[in-house]
């Protein structure tokens, strides 16, 4: 969080109580990042322009054996994404008499509400692409958004096309429940993946994002020793394979994620233009203590390989 002009420096009644309302703030934000699932799921960078753009190459072929000059591919640039910062604001009101009353707790609570807001917004969009993977766009904060990824398709598509038409159209949507012969048709999806060139993707799934309801089969797949849900003592083919997480952000209660993590963070991008940037004064009629946040930030994928997108009807 950045704290930028402050009204305390101006107005010793607000002065004695700006700081540890500020401090107090900077908490509650640092609390949240926590939990939060921006870092775990995202590439996160900051950028200095009005927008940034990403362009895909389309990979490189196998070595050749030879003994003569090498063979050198020349790349061919692939779908390329635009990422366009988008500003977020808002604001609370303490009432002079708070002040006057020295009413500190109260003071931060209202604070607190504040920085709610914002983590919770935050945390909607972090979630967006996955709870909206089949659409291209949707609405948060009041505003509608483009969902899509660098090939115009959404997260989860039966179609995503070949930039150079050096591969068929690919599918990484599926209706899958969670269950472990679902769980094998998910891994096998993935693994047939190929590049924009028709070369077979170097993609691997270590990782299983689920909702909160889907939490017990989750882990029950992952950590049984034999296979669930059978009297057989066969051993379970996924014992500790997959890193589980669970969110609660997730809106499906039957939608669950196959994903390759480090693919994840070459392709899924959260791009901070401004922190959270915190700043106050007093209004001159009210005698109210103004403060508001705002910040800009834009988010979306690149390629989609990283992920197999399993949505039950």
Known sequence: MIVTATVGKIDAAIGRFEAPILA???????????????????????????????????GVGDFVATDGPVPYD?????????FIHHVFKKGIEIKRELIDDSRIIDMENHAGKLMDAANRTMEKFVHAPFNNAASTSFTLAGKTFANTG???KPLAAADHPSKTG??????????YELNLQNLKLAEEMMKDFVTD??????????????????????????QSVGKPDTADNNVNPY?????????????DDDAWFLIDSRYMKKCLYWIDRVKLEISSKKDFNTDNWMIKGYMRYSLGWTDWRWVVCNIPA
């Not at 107090?24 to 950028?47: G, I, R």
């Not at 020349?74 to 635009?82: A, C, L, Q, R």
């Open 239 to 251: 014992h500790n394979k997959y890193r589980v997480i669970v969110s609660d952000w997730l809106t």
């Open 74 to 82: 020349e790349f061919e640039e692939g779908y390329s994404k635009t």
């Open 150 to 152: 660098a090939d115009g």
């Open 166 to 175: 050096k591969a068929p159209d690919q599918s990484n949507k599926t209706t």
């Open 197 to 222: 060139i028709g070369e077979k993707s170097n993609v691997k799934p270590d990782t299983l994002l689920v909702p909160f309801e889907l939490r017990n089969e989750a882990w029950e797949l992952v």
């Open 24 to 58: 107090y703030m900077e908490k509650e934000e640092a609390d949240f990042a926590k939990d939060s699932l921006k870092k775990t799921l995202y590439n996160v960078k900051s950028s200095k322009h009005y927008a940034e753009s990403i362009a895909g190459l389309t």
